[in-house]
């Protein structure tokens, strides 16, 4: 195997820079970052709204195709994992930490500041209560899966059925053609989708370090201050690149399944010692006003109001979800070898985004019902830092104080589990010679790929505080967009045009026109 230098220095190096001009000069840092996303919110959240509805789109008509009963890898393949290790990690590797984090939070923030210019729903209101959950359903469940299926199946099918190499190109090349397999095109597909997953990655682990750091403080009494979240970020790091180093084979798929068992241990606590009736109730009347409204939330920008909220949680949603999402559809596209196309985008947007669903009406309908009933000032909380909310639902609830531990190690199971099957895939789009045979990049990339990312995660909320999470997942965002154009475009390319891609076919069924 061969470093792929021109794909891996760039990215690199623009990550790596983030890091050395926050050393060198905060001001400087801050004037830099702060331009370039007051550009990004005033000039792309448009794009990002109207793809993200065209990747729902042809996602679900893939699901109802004749593409959809082709197998990944061929008639003849079979998976490598079973259904039950394929599921927790497909779940865990998506839900991650941003689900822990902003699950809680989230609600109480549209609650207590919801968009009154755009929906006239005014603060603290029950409207404001309805509101709040519907926009947990919007931001959580579909949209997002559906991101993250598309590049997966386009993905695994040019990895395994057309045979083409271990690059991202493989989700862009039915629509770009083989010129996507160019050195120079591949060099550039791979380098931006390298920088877009770093900066993702970045925000993902910036919201975990506060979110485990808020209950260490919760637990022990420590202050959530950047002396915490560097010991966080560091002990985060480490079990990340030991788990990446393992392979997807062993200690990953064993972190999966303990996280899926500890989700279900925790959500059935809440069912059990918060308000059932509630939160079926809020959850049932919230899915409605979701449905009704789908369309125009999804597209929503807040121009006609000057209103920033749209570009500050929607469109952030949206490009972060992007980030995400190229080389998690290559991660995604591996693990589901020898599986359906319908069968897997089932499992990533039907399961998957349902158990999201029900993870919405549990935690942050609970967070909804702590702060109506009095029973703790959630919004109070909010004030001081999103990452206490969870600590001071969880105390407001019988025996919540013994569950906050367990609710720590789930972030931090979920960081490590998103994180290290994205270091294995960054590893490998930067090493020359990956293939289905020989699936593991050297182990010094995965370290070097893992360090940058939580050393960048650290460096925003240590200078900016919440507000870098967004940032940074905005500048992921606004490049992993263009993959997720080509992406979104290739599938419906392959959903009419699939057999003349499938090298497992024999020549007469590709140029077969049934």
């Known amino acids: 195997m061969k470093l792929r230098a021109m794909t891996f220095f760039p990215p690199f190096v623009i990550l790596l820079a983030f890091v050395v001009l926050s050393l060198v000069s905060k001001d400087a840092f801050l004037n830099v970052i702060n331009n370039i996303n007051n550009w990004i919110i005033a000039n792309l959240g448009w794009a990002?709204?109207?793809?993200?509805?065209?990747?729902?789109?042809?996602?679900?008509?893939?699901?109802?195709?004749?593409?959809?009963?082709?197998?990944?890898?061929?008639?003849?393949?079979?998976?490598?994992?079973?259904?039950?290790?394929?599921?927790?990690?497909?779940?865990?590797?998506?839900?991650?930490?941003?689900?822990?984090?902003?699950?809680?939070?989230?609600?109480?923030?549209?609650?207590?500041?919801?968009?009154?210019?755009?929906?006239?729903?005014?603060?603290?209101?029950?409207?404001a209560m309805k509101f709040s959950m519907e926009t947990m359903f919007l931001h959580w469940t579909i949209v997002p899966y559906c991101i993250y299926a598309v590049p997966a199946v386009v993905f695994g099918f040019m990895y395994y059925n057309a045979k083409k190499p271990f690059s991202i190109a493989c989700e862009v090349s039915p629509l770009l053609g083989e010129r996507a397999y160019s050195p120079r095109w591949m060099q550039i597909i791979d380098a931006v989708t390298l920088f877009a997953i770093g900066a993702g990655m970045a925000g993902s682990v910036a919201q975990a370090f506060m979110n485990i750091s808020g209950g260490i403080s919760k637990i022990t009494g420590i202050p959530s201050d950047a002396r915490m979240w560097l010991v966080v970020g560091i002990v985060v790091g480490a079990v990340t690149v030991a788990t990446a180093v393992s392979g997807i084979q062993k200690a990953m798929?064993?972190?999966?399944?303990?996280?899926?068992?500890?989700?279900?241990?925790?959500?059935?606590?809440?069912?059990?010692?918060?308000?059932?009736?509630?939160?079926?109730?809020?959850?049932?009347?919230?899915m409605g006003g979701f449905a009704g409204t789908f369309l125009e939330r999804i597209l929503i920008t807040g121009a006609s109001q000057d209103s920033q909220w749209p570009q500050w949680w929607t469109t952030f949603y949206w490009f972060s979800w992007m980030a995400w999402a190229p080389t998690s559809g290559a991660f995604m596209g591996r693990i589901a070898y020898g599986r359906k196309v319908k069968t897997v985008?089932?499992?990533?947007?039907?399961?998957?985004?349902?158990?999201?669903?029900?993870?919405?009406?549990?935690?942050?309908?609970?967070?909804?019902?702590?702060?109506?009933?009095?029973?703790?000032?959630?919004?109070?909380?909010?004030?001081?830092?999103?990452?206490?909310?969870?600590?001071?639902?969880?105390?407001?609830?019988?025996?919540?104080?013994?569950?906050?531990?367990?609710?720590?190690?789930?972030?931090?199971?979920?960081?490590?589990?998103?994180?290290?099957?994205?270091?294995?895939?960054?590893a490998g789009i930067s090493t020359r010679g990956i293939s289905p045979d020989n699936p593991e990049a050297p182990i010094w990339l995965k370290c070097g790929w893992g360090f940058i990312a939580m050393a960048v995660g650290y460096i925003m909320i240590a200078a900016v505080g919440v507000n870098g999470v967004k940032i940074i997942a905005n500048f992921g965002g606004m490049f992993a967009a263009l993959i997720m154009i080509g992406a979104a475009g290739s599938l419906a390319i392959l959903i009419k045009k699939h057999k003349q891609f499938d090298m497992t076919l024999s020549e007469a069924e590709r140029n077969s026109k049934t």
């Open 253 to 286: 798929k064993h972190v999966s399944n303990i996280n899926v068992y500890g989700f279900a241990i925790f959500l059935i606590f809440l069912l059990l010692f918060s308000n059932a009736p509630f939160l079926l109730n809020l959850s049932t009347e919230a």
């Open 345 to 426: 985008l089932g499992m990533y947007v039907g399961v998957c985004a349902s158990i999201s669903a029900v993870w919405m009406m549990l935690v942050s309908g609970t967070a909804l019902w702590v702060q109506k009933s009095g029973a703790a000032d959630l919004c109070a909380a909010y004030d001081k830092g999103v990452e206490n909310v969870p600590y001071e639902m969880l105390s407001a609830l019988p025996g919540g104080q013994i569950v906050i531990p367990l609710f720590v190690i789930l972030i931090f199971l979920s960081t490590v589990t998103a994180c290290n099957s994205n270091t294995i895939a960054m």
């Open 48 to 127: 990002a709204s109207i793809l993200a509805l065209f990747i729902v789109g042809v996602g679900v008509w893939a699901a109802f195709s004749k593409f959809g009963d082709v197998r990944i890898g061929g008639a003849d393949a079979k998976p490598e994992l079973s259904n039950f290790a394929w599921f927790t990690i497909a779940l865990t590797t998506t839900m991650a930490a941003g689900v822990l984090f902003w699950g809680p939070g989230e609600p109480i923030a549209h609650f207590l500041y919801p968009p009154t210019e755009l929906y006239g729903v005014e603060p603290m209101s029950a409207e």
